[in-house]
């Protein structure tokens, strides 16, 4: 049986949303995140030894990162399903943007939630300005651009194909979820995109990721 180590708000319904999608049967075991963190609970470091999620274990299998569990579950369960053909130009898209997701898209993004956080952190007032002051730039001169360049690059690609990979839903466009909806959440994605939104509204109506949600519980960036 597949058991999902499933923490909230995070790239694990990615995870949940592929099974139901492939029809797979699985087991969720549910972690929080610390309130004050928001980090993974020390639980998770049993499972896997740097405690983050998501972590899927498949017998005596234990594997981590959305993209590899991602490949593998298409690869072992999917029978063909959701992965385009080998020795295609779709294949070679697919493999792009099941690594872009994470090696491009989320570095920026992470880093604007950091610094975010920094100019809102409670601090002694003769440090406040400078810590602003800093961030702001940081943000102005490096991660903005970074953002704006990745969305129209994502937003060119998709006036090629109505989905990532091609002209068919596939793994690729799941693994592309979480940056996409981060970006629209706390990444300035907006009007400027209407591919890239009209894609988020697509991949939302899908039944799979509803049932996904229903399984998984609150999930703030699908809203």
Same mark, same amino acid.
């Given at each position: 049986?597949?058991?999902?180590?499933?923490?909230?708000?995070?790239?694990?319904?990615?995870?949940?949303?592929?099974?139901?999608?492939?029809?797979?049967?699985?087991?969720?075991?549910?972690?929080?995140?610390?309130?004050?963190?928001?980090?993974?609970?020390?639980?998770?470091? =049993?499972?896997? !030894? +740097?405690?983050?999620?998501? $972590?899927?274990?498949?017998?005596?299998? &234990?594997?981590?990162?959305?993209? %590899?569990?991602?490949?593998?579950?298409?690869?072992?369960?999917?029978?063909?399903?959701?992965?385009?053909?080998?020795?295609?130009?779709?294949?070679?898209?697919?493999?792009?943007?099941?690594?872009?997701?994470?090696?491009? =898209?989320?570095? !920026? +993004?992470?880093?604007?939630? $950091?610094?975010?956080?920094?100019?809102? &952190?409670?601090?002694?007032?003769? %440090?406040?300005?400078?810590?602003?002051?800093?961030?702001?730039?940081?943000?102005?001169?490096?991660?903005?651009?970074?953002?704006?360049?990745?969305?129209?690059?994502?937003?060119?690609?998709?006036?090629?194909?109505?989905?990532?990979?091609?002209?068919?839903?596939?793994?690729?466009?799941?693994?592309?979820?979480?940056?996409?909806?981060?970006?629209?959440?706390?990444?300035?994605?907006?009007?400027?995109?209407?591919?890239?939104?009209?894609?988020?509204?697509?991949?939302?109506?899908?039944?799979?990721?509803?049932?996904?949600?229903?399984?998984?519980?609150?999930?703030?960036?699908?809203?």
């Amino acid at each position: 049986m597949i058991v999902v180590h499933h923490l909230n708000n995070s790239r694990s319904q990615r995870v949940l949303w592929l099974l139901e999608e492939l029809g797979l049967e699985y087991e969720i075991v549910r972690y929080q995140r610390d309130p004050k963190t928001m980090l993974a609970p020390p639980a998770l470091r =049993a499972i896997h !030894p +740097l405690g983050k999620s998501p $972590v899927i274990t498949d017998g005596d299998l &234990t594997i981590a990162e959305s993209g %590899a569990i991602l490949d593998y579950l298409v690869e072992r369960y999917g029978a063909g399903r959701l992965v385009p053909p080998p020795g295609t130009l779709d294949r070679l898209r697919w493999t792009y943007w099941m690594h872009f997701a994470e090696g491009s =898209a989320m570095p !920026p +993004l992470v880093m604007k939630m $950091v610094f975010d956080k920094i100019e809102t &952190t409670k601090m002694a007032f003769f %440090a406040r300005p400078i810590a602003r002051a800093i961030a702001q730039k940081v943000k102005r001169s490096f991660i903005l651009p970074q953002l704006e360049q990745q969305q129209d690059y994502m937003e060119s690609e998709l006036a090629k194909s109505a989905w990532f990979a091609g002209a068919e839903f596939s793994a690729a466009d799941i693994q592309m979820s979480f940056p996409v909806e981060a970006a629209s959440a706390r990444g300035g994605l907006g009007q400027k995109h209407p591919k890239l939104s009209a894609w988020l509204q697509r991949i939302h109506q899908r039944p799979a990721y509803q049932r996904a949600l229903e399984r998984g519980g609150p999930f703030d960036m699908a809203q």
